[in-house]
């Protein structure tokens, strides 16, 4: 590993805990700082014990490097107000750098270290996928690091051609895997700083204000939890996603985003029943469990959608808001939360990839406007 690379990873981990979690502080933002640190001290050990000839401090250090990927996997899950799964980073980079040192000057080595790269590779491709299927996913601005996941896991599968050619012809050496390394990283480096810290403003804040605003999640399981023991199927779930949230932020500025948040929340809190159950996922998603006939819940949803996006001459925004609702029912997918959070997600990605403004209910035909 190179001094520049290191120097590139110490402006990195500067950027993003600075412009990152210190001005967007979030579980995002914490995540992506810790992936970055971990870049930098790795990258700052492996040239440390090869000038000191530590050979099993330098192939921990490589081990420690591949967490990068999926912590900022997570960070992405938890920007998108996702359960963000953060050990599966920590455990993935220990568990490769104590393989590595297990490893170290046998011939099993080259092995273990094409099967850490791969585990690596798989949470970026996961990271794509985030990406592509965000309601966010057309923000030109994720595209570096977009684009970068998706060559991780192309360059994992050539490795795994190389390994499998080597077998072939009796030979193995890890020469142009390390060279490709030492190329990429800062490509990657830059990629996922450029992209990050335009995600981060989007970012669910961790402060006092914006927590008191959620209810806990055994609030909306318990609920589903007794009405399955009751059998009572008429239950809906809406996921309710404020759309172009990152625009949005870009275009008003940071001050007049916290009226962008306060009215989201109140225009979803006034348009629902007193007894339905309402979580902030985070600032711009909101889960609401209810209890209604189908046709009660269509006009909530249109009222609230007509709240967000109407413009009145007291109001102090020039953008245009608009959400876009996933609707599903307890009759259709069942009592588990986290089953219903998804289904209703997606259908809230359709309803916006299909123009915002609108509710999907999964198992109808219809993209409904407001």
């Not at 390394?181 to 914006?210: H, Q, T, W």
């Not at 309803?351 to 915002?356: D, H, I, K, T, W």
Request: charged share 15%; glycine share 6%.
């Amino acid at each position: 590993m190179n001094l520049q690379t290191a120097v590139l990873a110490t402006l990195a981990t500067v950027m993003m805990i600075g412009l990152g979690f210190l001005r967007h502080p979030s579980r995002a933002t914490r995540l992506w700082a810790l992936a970055f640190l971990l870049a930098m001290l790795a990258t700052f050990g492996q040239i440390a014990a090869t000038v000191s000839e530590m050979e099993l401090v330098r192939v921990a250090c490589v081990g420690v490097i591949l967490a990068g990927p999926p912590l900022i996997w997570s960070g992405v899950r938890a920007a998108f107000g996702k359960s963000s799964m953060a050990w599966i980073g920590l455990v993935l980079g220990a568990s490769s750098a104590v393989l590595l040192v297990a490893l170290a000057g046998s011939d099993g080595y080259i092995l273990g270290f094409r099967l850490a790269f791969a585990a690596s590779a798989v949470f970026a491709a996961l990271t794509a996928a985030e990406l592509i299927g965000s309601p966010q996913r057309g923000l030109g601005m994720l595209l570096p690091l977009t684009i970068i996941s998706v060559i991780f896991p192309m360059l994992a599968l050539a490795n795994i051609v190389i390994a499998l050619r080597a077998v072939v012809e009796g030979a193995d050496d890890l020469t142009a895997t390390q060279t490709v390394n030492v190329l990429g990283m800062p490509v990657y480096l830059v990629c996922a700083i450029v992209s990050l810290l335009y995600l981060a403003s989007a970012a669910e804040s961790d402060d006092g204000k914006r927590g008191a605003r959620r209810l806990p999640r055994l609030t909306l399981a318990d609920r589903l939890t007794r009405a399955q023991a009751r059998n009572e199927a008429t239950w809906s779930l809406l996921y309710i996603n404020l759309d172009d949230v990152v625009d949005i932020r870009l275009a008003v500025g940071d001050a007049a985003f916290e009226q962008v948040i306060q009215r989201f929340t109140s225009d979803v809190r006034s348009a629902f029943p007193t007894e339905a159950d309402i979580e902030f996922r985070s600032d711009t998603t909101a889960l609401v469990l209810l209890t209604r006939p189908e046709a009660t819940i269509r006009a909530n949803v249109r009222s609230m959608l007509n709240a967000i996006s109407s413009m009145d001459a007291e109001q102090p925004l020039s953008v245009q808001l608009a959400a876009s609702v996933g609707w599903v029912t307890t009759a259709t997918s069942g009592y588990d939360l986290d089953e219903l959070v998804r289904v209703a997600s997606a259908a809230a990605v359709d309803a916006r990839l299909a123009g915002g403004d609108r509710w999907v209910r999964v198992g109808d035909a219809t993209r409904a406007v407001r």
